[in-house]
């Protein structure tokens, strides 16, 4: 099961937020993310929040999830007041494709309904390749879906099976082609790199699969063995090895000079696309600090500073809609030093960097250092930005330490 999220602090039982939170809604970017926390089985890396069919029996289904989700879109739309329209709609998850095109087309008539699309809104949804076909693809395109992101992680059969994915390895190509036919220009596909057991050769072959599919984003990502999930027991009882550092750093590289060489282009440091409108700009949202509301069991929003969780069991989330009660189970109040952390712990992680006047001041000898050692670009300091060089992106986390 998933991690338990944070304590906090209490939420209202309607959900109010603070009038400094209000103040500027509107002005700021804004996206919506719904969660849908469905799975036909759980592969074994993953600790989201997800259910199978087995763990949620008959307290929880699609249909009482999509009731609930209407009703919090509502009261988000009311607790906001004047609604700022969705510039971007990402659905996540969980398997969102297990909705099939018309619980997608639902969703996405939910967030017209309260807070509208703006005219050139992104909306994308995840889909696992073994739910999704030619049909599925048309449907969504009718729907007003505009991308697609689909969960590949590797072409070798034997990565999957350690990963405990249950599509076949060329079914996640075959669907991106199926959405690139049906009208879909931004199209990605999601890797895992380091999985025990993958050689070179395999992440080549995954690699040269992705550019076959002509996908204009790419998303990496090592894997990370989370506890309490089927692969860290396995780690655990010595039946596989943990992820090795070098290998991971190893295989970044690899990843990251195949997809140059094809015209794929990172902007953070997990992503990469064919050009500045294939980027995700539901993610640059998150990335740069701006407001969403996140709907759904388990989602997390942030608006003006206030940062706050939904109760995760998908039962629980409905039951408190029901009641007209907000499903919030937490929240923060971000102060500004906790907001100027993120801003550098996110920010340097994309391609354009991050002013140097965003640093405290006794981070930027640290931030001259990181040059000096090869982890920031000299020019782009000079120039009173921070970005992370080729070996920086492999030391993103270390340098973020030593400028915070």
Not at 186 to 210: C, F, K, M, Q
Not at 286 to 306: C, M
Not at 372 to 383: K, M, S
């Amino acid at each position: 099961m998933p991690p338990a999220p944070p304590d906090g602090d209490p939420v209202p039982p309607d959900g109010a937020l603070p009038p400094a939170a209000l103040a500027g809604v509107g002005s700021r970017p804004f996206g919506v993310y719904v969660h849908v926390p469905f799975c036909a089985t759980r592969c074994g890396y993953c600790d989201f929040n997800t259910y199978t069919p087995g763990e949620l029996g008959s307290s929880a289904s699609p249909g009482t999830w999509l009731e609930a989700l209407k009703i919090e879109l509502e009261l988000a739309a009311s607790i906001l007041g004047t609604p700022p329209v969705a510039e971007t709609v990402f659905v996540g998850g969980g398997t969102p494709s297990l909705l099939g095109a018309d619980g997608l087309s639902q969703v996405l008539d939910a967030v017209r309904a309260t807070f509208g699309l703006a005219g050139e809104a992104e909306v994308t949804t995840e889909s696992n390749p073994e739910s999704t076909s030619p049909a599925f693809f048309a449907g969504l395109r009718a729907a007003g879906y505009t991308r697609v992101s689909l969960g590949m992680q590797s072409a070798a059969r034997h990565v999957l099976t350690v990963l405990d994915r249950t599509h076949t390895p060329g079914r996640a190509v075959a669907a991106a082609r199926e959405a690139r036919a049906a009208g879909f220009d931004h199209v990605n596909l999601d890797l895992i790199y380091g999985t025990p057991g993958e050689r070179p050769e395999d992440l080549a072959a995954s690699l040269d699969a992705v550019l076959a599919a002509g996908v204009d984003h790419v998303s990496a990502y090592a894997l990370i063995v989370e506890e309490g999930t089927a692969l860290s027991r396995r780690i655990r009882r010595g039946e596989l090895p943990m992820p090795d550092d070098d290998v991971l750093a190893d295989r970044y590289e690899q990843l990251d000079a195949a997809l140059s060489a094809a015209g794929l282009h990172w902007y953070e440091v997990s992503n990469w696309a064919a050009s500045e409108a294939s980027r995700c700009r539901h993610n640059v949202l998150y990335w740069t600090g701006a407001d969403w509301w996140g709907a759904g069991p388990g989602a997390h929003s942030h608006v003006g500073g206030v940062r706050w969780w939904n109760v995760k069991h998908p039962a629980k989330y409905a039951g408190l809609l029901a009641e007209g009660l907000s499903p919030a189970q937490g929240r923060e109040v971000l102060t500004a030093e906790d907001r100027q952390l993120e801003r550098v712990l996110l920010e340097l992680r994309l391609v354009e960097g991050l002013p140097v006047e965003a640093l405290a001041a006794g981070a930027r000898a640290e931030a001259e250092a990181a040059a000096r050692d090869g982890l920031l670009e000299a020019t782009a300091l000079a120039a009173g930005r921070c970005v992370l060089t080729d070996r920086g992106r492999l030391l993103a986390d270390a340098v973020v330490r030593r400028l915070t």
